[in-house]
């Protein structure tokens, strides 16, 4: 699945995930929506969540790379079907066991193994010494939701593990 990235460059270029993927050649970064091109847009405010049914529509998945301070903020007026990643946790340094507050290359890990790409997850997240923290962490989730029909199905899923973390 091609990966590309709609790049702000508004944090560390140091810690910037997006940037070392597309150093190894696994994620092309575009600098205007307009040359983003269409694919499942990770967006963690679109209404549906992405399930295995989604990789029919795309061999693309998209992400934005920007601060989560400015995300809200930021245009998620990128081209194809907008899809939020259901629970998981970050294994980042910065946001360790943080649900939902997922770097790039997390999210895109998530969004491949969800879509049955767990692969090339693998070896997207190899370039980070805390990168196989982030499957051991979410191995449950990620292989359940891996294994459903629907958005539906997914959130079902998703909300048995929210009421684990109240």
């Known amino acids: 699945m091609d990966l590309h990235v709609r790049y702000e460059g508004n944090d560390d270029p140091d810690k910037c995930t997006a940037r ?3 150093g190894f050649n696994d994620a092309e970064l575009h600098r205007s929506t307009r040359s983003t091109p269409p694919g499942i847009v990770l967006n963690p405010f ?3 969540a992405l399930s295995p049914a989604d990789a029919e529509h795309f061999d693309r998945l998209v992400a934005l790379d920007c601060t989560w301070t400015t995300a809200e903020k930021e245009a998620f007026d990128l081209d194809g079907i907008h899809r939020s990643l259901p629970f998981l946790v970050a294994s980042n340094p910065v946001n360790y066991g943080t649900p939902f507050q997922l770097n790039t290359v997390e999210a895109f890990a998530g969004g491949l193994c969800i879509l049955g790409e767990r692969e090339q997850a693998e070896t997207v997240l190899s370039y980070f010494s805390w990168g196989e923290t982030f499957l051991d962490l979410n191995d449950e989730p990620l292989r359940r939701y891996a294994a459903c029909e629907d958005s539906s199905d997914v959130v079902a899923i998703q909300d048995e593990y929210l009421v ?3």
């Open 46 to 48: 679109a209404e549906r």
């Open 164 to 166: 684990e973390e109240d």
């Open 20 to 22: 070392r993927l597309a």
